[in-house]
């Protein structure tokens, strides 16, 4: 059987790009056409490879994970992303999932497990592993994921802009990332900052996290994050 699964792998650990490899091995279904190291090779490399799926990490240098698969979803809208990752805080969980991710496998995961998730996810499925299900399903039967009602002042490109504050991108940045002027991003951000009276970078950071848009892992407010490999 030919290969009909065109894989794309981003991890910033060698180790890990290998034993991804060495598991998928023996699957004829899949092909690996490329591995990246950190965000910005994950967003060119899927412009390039055209993947069917991108087996990412999420704690990765020069752009985070969760970053790049906002941007992913934003320029290939089509691009199933299955996060591989070895945190599952509750919080972070729950950003994950409302990025849009098709899937989430914990890097505990047997070799048996990844090729099925990615089989699945390829299939239009979506794929948890069982922890991480498990996880989302008590935030919500526990009605744990409560937001701010502030939030829902904001309107969808003001989240878009508060999210891209938090994750510790410039002005000038956030208006490339938008295609929009700088200008236009500093009036969102008044606004952000007037909506939910908070009038600091930090304070709005903080925010962010409290409602999990973000990670406290991946946020300014953590210059040396502990890996997620480490979990």
């Known amino acids: 059987m030919s290969a009909n ?13 290998q034993g991804v490899r060495l598991a998928l091995a023996g699957s004829p279904r899949i092909q690996i056409v490329g591995e990246g190291r950190n965000g910005r090779e994950a967003l060119a490399l899927a412009q390039q490879l055209k993947p069917d799926v991108v087996l990412m990490d999420l704690d990765l240098p020069e752009m985070s994970g969760l970053m790049a698969v906002d941007l992913l979803h934003r320029e290939q809208p089509g691009l199933k992303v299955l996060v ?26 047997p070799p048996e497990e990844v090729l099925r998730a990615i089989e699945a996810v390829h299939a239009g499925a979506p794929y948890f592993s069982p922890d991480v299900a498990r996880i989302a399903l008590n935030r919500v039967v ?16 003001e989240r878009d802009v508060l999210l891209y504050i938090a994750e510790g991108f410039s002005n000038k940045e956030i208006a490339m990332q938008l ?35 973000v990670s406290l892992l991946t946020s300014p407010l953590s210059p040396t994050p502990a890996p997620l490999h480490a979990n």
């Open 179 to 213: 295609g929009i002027g700088v200008r236009t991003v500093e009036t969102h951000r008044e606004r952000i900052m007037r909506k939910l009276d908070i009038h600091s970078i930090a304070g709005l950071t903080r925010f962010a996290i409290s409602q999990g848009m």
């Open 142 to 157: 526990q009605g744990a994921e409560k937001r701010d009602p502030s939030l829902t002042r904001l309107t969808n490109r």
């Open 84 to 109: 591989f990752s070895g945190y599952s805080k509750p919080d972070y969980v729950m950003r994950i999932i409302r990025s849009g991710v098709r899937g989430f496998l914990l890097k505990e995961a």
């Open 5 to 17: 699964i065109r894989l794309l792998i981003v991890d910033d650990h060698p180790v890990v790009r």
